[in-house]
């Protein structure tokens, strides 16, 4: 049962353009996500985070919204740079007393020169 | 440098012989995990641990064991490693559970002939 879904396994964009990676999840409980981007041979990095009273939350050049009614979030990044050429996984946590954290399967972006 | 350490990481070992992968942890976190990284499943919670001498199962718990004698270490124990155990195993940490983001060690890579 994944309740942290990723469809797409692997996205391909033009640098420069914006990079769009989605995360659908079942559980209502999680009121807490979060983004980690993965290099090769590397621990996830986090990235960014979302409490699910906001629907969006930026830093830089990337900003997350969550729609609640959908389930839904998804990570925007703009402009792509060949840098953020890596594997992102989505994350959800419920607060309180849960040491927990459900990931997605993970997205693979490649950001073409 | 705050950081998580995990050692070794690569390791090829063969059916049955008990291994241990340590990690340490220098941010004074109280809850550390273990998850394991498989192609296609993202990354699943094996155990994790809210404070020294507590410990709870996660989501595949089955053939590993851990301990939490001191507040910085949590190792992960292979009684009996079988080929399926092949994986790439992450620890992980938190200062608190729920709106905090996790950091992760770099990694082992395990290979059970």
């Known amino acids: 049962d994944q309740q942290v879904k990723q469809n797409s396994p692997s996205l391909s964009v033009q640098e420069g353009r914006i990079s769009i990676l989605n995360c659908d999840y079942t559980?209502?409980?999680?009121?807490?996500f979060l983004w980690y981007k993965k290099y090769p041979a590397e621990g996830p990095t986090f990235l960014i985070s979302?409490?699910?009273?906001?629907d969006k939350n930026e830093d830089g050049r990337f900003t997350v919204f969550l729609n609640k009614s959908a389930k839904h979030l998804s990570l925007h990044i703009v402009p792509s740079q060949p840098g953020d050429s890596a594997v992102y996984f989505c994350?959800?946590?419920?607060?309180?007393?849960?040491?927990?954290?459900?990931f997605g399967t993970g997205t693979r972006l490649t950001i073409i020169p | 440098e705050a950081q998580v350490t995990q050692n070794p990481r690569y390791l090829i070992t063969v059916t049955g012989k008990k291994l241990t992968v340590t990690c340490s942890q220098n941010?004074?976190?109280?809850?550390m995990s273990w998850y394991r990284q498989d192609p296609g499943l993202g990354l699943r919670q094996i155990y994790y641990?809210?404070?020294?001498?507590?410990?709870d199962k996660g989501d595949v718990p089955e053939g590993y064991k851990v301990s939490r004698k001191e507040k910085r270490n949590f190792p992960l124990i292979l009684e009996s490693p079988s080929p399926n155990q092949t994986s790439l195993y992450f620890c992980?940490?938190?200062?608190?559970?729920?709106?905090?983001?996790?950091?992760f060690g770099q990694g082992t890579r395990l290979t059970v002939v």
């Open positions: 941010m004074n976190h109280e809850y």
């Open positions: 979302i409490s699910s009273i906001k």
């Open positions: 559980n209502s409980m999680f009121d807490y």
């Open positions: 641990s809210m404070n020294v001498e507590v410990t």
């Open positions: 994350a959800a946590s419920v607060n309180f007393g849960n040491e927990k954290l459900t």
């Open positions: 992980a940490s938190r200062r608190i559970p729920g709106n905090t983001e996790a950091f």
